[in-house]
């Protein structure tokens, strides 16, 4: 970290991290972190799973679902029908025809409205096609970010969020809808810019502070969802209730300041000043005028005369980086298939699925202290095998529950959320460790790309539940103790500096220390 950083870090210190204007920030962030876990998974209860059955027109005459000349369960989800009997007094298991019509038991759902009966695949797509968009957001939204400020990146994601999840809430047809929903999680998504503004607008040292807190109201938002879709049902106006409340953020335009660390990185020196006094003003604090007068912080990174795709490449050619990059792409890919599957599938397990939604989020304000308890006392690599091997023999055990111990099954399924929250806080600084500082954001962002492969993964889980109802949860267990074991080959991070190098990377978990920065000879 350079000094002038340092001297603005000393600054935002004096302005305090939970004085007035830092409060009423997080108030706005809040809004975004809280409604923004509601779009990433509101297909599965948008979306829901419903009955349908063949429509036998000389039968049917009442549009009920329930059908006398049936045995309760049969002909559910069939493409095919019996002919009925004289008087529908029963059918001709004889022969099939073809069903052209079907009735459902949830006659407003999604899958009704729009016809999909026997095409099991389309409801899935539309989480794979937000994850996809997702994919494409963040790439998007980085650049924006990056190039336009924070405040301008989050009003605009924001707003058109809002403006595209309403207006796919009076979408004609599926693909309209399918259309909407990734341009959605494409440009719609402020949580990216929110989140580096939430680490910029406090010191460093709070940094951590602030986002657990922040992180709590994204776990908040997935807890009270369940519960808005239970008090409305109907997914038109399921989708309404939770979009509508993000039209808001259009005025943060008025109310939300940038970034100081973004202004002056764009050598925005001046309106950085401004609002530094302003910040301070609101906060009844004093800040060194002199200090101020002596600001300069333009990001000025040095240059190097290593072009990054050599740099990349060198990562590449070492034999251990390798390794740890096929660990890191099993870690990645578990712990997103993980938790976007149990998300969806804790909608499916017995009992009343709101409720188990809700509870199953609940269980990630605990992980996310147990987080950092563990991680202090125990380091990295122990704590992450521990979540992964535990957490694995949970999921496996929960198919074989009995059924008539629902609560049981539950229980196992919410202590591995719990492990799995854990795993993915685990594996996300512990990649940032394994590699050099030239590629270390290159190695993090690859690897997290290969893990959104998991999300897309996630929503036809539930498809093998046609297989076995105990399928998804068996895979997730399997994953998740594949993961553990190959932890057992990954080097302790936690006592050693973040290395520079391939060399010094290399090193990390052996006795003997490389020479320094000798392997940059030769790269030119």
């Not at 369940?226 to 953020?249: G, Q």
């Not at 764009?266 to 003003?281: M, P, T, V």
């Amino acid at each position: 970290m350079s000094e002038d950083k340092v001297q603005l870090d000393s600054v935002l210190a004096t302005l305090g991290a939970f004085g007035r204007h830092q409060l009423i920030t997080m108030c706005m962030l809040a809004l975004v972190y809280a409604t923004n876990s509601m779009y990433n998974v509101n297909y599965v209860f948008a979306v829901e799973d419903v009955n349908y059955r063949c429509r036998i027109p000389e039968c049917d005459t009442t549009g009920s679902f329930e059908a006398p000349w049936l045995t309760p369960g049969e002909d559910m989800k069939q493409c095919h029908r019996y002919p009925p009997l004289d008087h529908c007094n029963g059918v001709n298991t004889s022969t099939s025809e073809v069903c052209t019509e079907w009735l459902y038991d949830v006659p407003d759902s999604f899958v009704a409205e729009f016809g999909l009966a026997c095409e099991d695949w389309k409801p899935p797509l539309v989480g794979t096609v937000h994850s996809f968009g997702a994919m494409l957001g963040l790439l998007i939204q980085g650049q924006i970010s990056d190039r336009f400020g924070r405040k301008t990146a989050a009003v605009f994601a924001g707003t058109m969020g809002a403006v595209l999840g309403i207006t796919k809430s009076f979408a004609t047809s599926f693909w309209v809808y399918i259309t909407l929903e990734g341009l959605e999680a494409a440009i719609g998504d402020a949580l990216s810019p929110m989140f580096m503004l939430s680490i910029e607008i406090v010191e460093k040292r709070r940094a951590v502070l602030f986002q657990m807190i922040l992180l709590n109201c994204y776990t908040g938002g997935l807890i009270i969802m369940p519960f808005i879709a239970w008090a409305v049902p109907y997914w038109r106006h399921f989708l309404r209730v939770i979009y509508a409340p993000t039209l808001i953020i259009l005025t943060y335009s008025f109310y939300l300041d940038e970034s100081i660390r973004w202004l002056f990185s764009k050598g925005e020196k001046q309106k950085g000043i401004k609002l530094i006094e302003k910040i301070a003003k609101r906060n009844k604090v004093k800040v060194d005028k002199i200090l101020l007068t002596k600001l300069d912080y333009i990001d000025e990174e040095k240059s190097t005369k290593y072009s990054d795709r050599k740099l990349l490449m060198k990562t590449f050619k070492s034999r251990i980086m390798m390794q740890r990059f096929l660990v890191c792409m099993v870690w990645w890919l578990t712990i997103t298939l993980i938790n976007y599957g149990m998300m969806i599938s804790s909608v499916l397990i017995d009992g009343n699925k709101y409720i188990n939604f809700a509870l199953l989020m609940l269980m990630d304000i605990p992980a996310n202290v147990f987080y950092w308890l563990a991680l202090s006392k125990y380091k990295r690599k122990l704590p992450l095998i521990a979540s992964f091997i535990v957490g694995g023999f949970f999921c496996i055990s929960q198919p074989f529950m009995p059924k008539g111990y629902a609560w049981l099954g539950l229980l196992l399924f919410m202590a591995f959320e719990t492990l799995a929250t854990f795993s993915y806080n685990i594996v996300y600084m512990y990649t940032s460790e394994l590699f050099p500082t030239y590629t270390r954001n290159s190695m993090h962002a690859i690897c997290s790309a290969i893990g959104r492969v998991g999300s897309l993964l996630a929503p036809q889980t539930p498809l093998l539940m046609a297989y076995w109802s105990g399928l998804p949860a068996l895979i997730f267990g399997l994953s998740s103790l594949l993961s553990g074991a190959l932890t057992l080959f990954m080097p302790e991070t936690a006592s050693t500096q973040l290395p520079d190098t391939v060399l010094e990377a290399e090193a990390i978990g052996l006795k003997k220390a490389p020479p320094l920065r000798e392997e940059l000879k030769g790269l030119t």
